[in-house]
C-alpha cells in the first residue's frame, strides 16, 4: 500500500458539488493506492502507521506530534493513480493498481482499523470523480508505503 500525507489545516472532498467528507485540523489528508499484492494485514499496518506518525506542529517542548497525540482528524481519499507508472512515453500505465473489487475493502479496512484506533476518519467515496481542497501546513508532504 502506498499513501500521501498531507498535514493539513483544513481539508474536503466532494462529488457532484455535494461534501462527502470534511476535515478541520490540524490533521492529515491521506490519498491510500493499493497494489496487486496487499493484504488486510497490510491495512492494519498502514492505519497504525497513520495513527502514530509524527507529523503534527511540535509541542511545546519541541517534540513533533502524531494524530494519536492530539485525537487529529484524518480524510483518507482512495486514489489509484499512486500506482501510474509514467517512465515509458508520455501516458501513465495503471497496470499495479489493484482493480476495484480487491482495493475498495482494503480502503475500507484501513478506515476501520483507524476508527479502532479511535481516530475520527472521513473519506471520500471509492470510484467517483472527486474534487479534494486542502490547505497544506507547512507544505508538509510525505510519502508512505508498507
Not at 508520455?90 to 482493480?99: D, Y
Not at 484506533?117 to 497544506?136: C, H, P, Q, S
Request: proline residues 6%; negative net charge.
Amino acid at each position: 500500500m502506498r499513501a500521501v500525507v498531507q498535514r493539513v489545516t483544513e481539508a474536503r472532498v466532494t462529488v457532484a458539488g455535494e461534501t462527502v467528507g470534511a476535515i478541520e485540523g490540524p490533521g492529515l489528508c491521506v490519498l491510500v493506492g493499493v497494489t496487486h499484492d496487499d493484504t488486510p494485514a497490510k491495512a492494519a499496518q498502514l492505519a497504525r502507521k497513520l495513527w502514530t506518525l509524527r507529523l503534527l506542529a511540535p509541542d511545546d517542548e519541541g517534540v513533533e506530534q502524531s494524530c494519536s497525540d492530539l485525537g487529529a482528524p484524518l480524510l483518507v481519499i482512495s486514489q489509484f493513480t499512486l500506482y501510474g507508472d509514467a517512465r515509458k512515453g508520455r501516458r501513465p500505465t495503471w497496470n499495479a493498481a489493484a482493480p476495484g473489487p480487491v482495493a475498495e475493502p482494503l480502503v475500507d479496512e484501513v478506515v476501520a482499523q483507524l476508527r479502532a484506533l479511535g481516530a475520527k476518519v472521513e473519506t471520500g467515496r471509492f470510484g467517483a470523480d472527486m474534487r479534494v481542497a486542502l490547505v497544506n501546513d507547512g507544505p508538509f508532504t510525505v510519502l508512505v508505503e508498507v
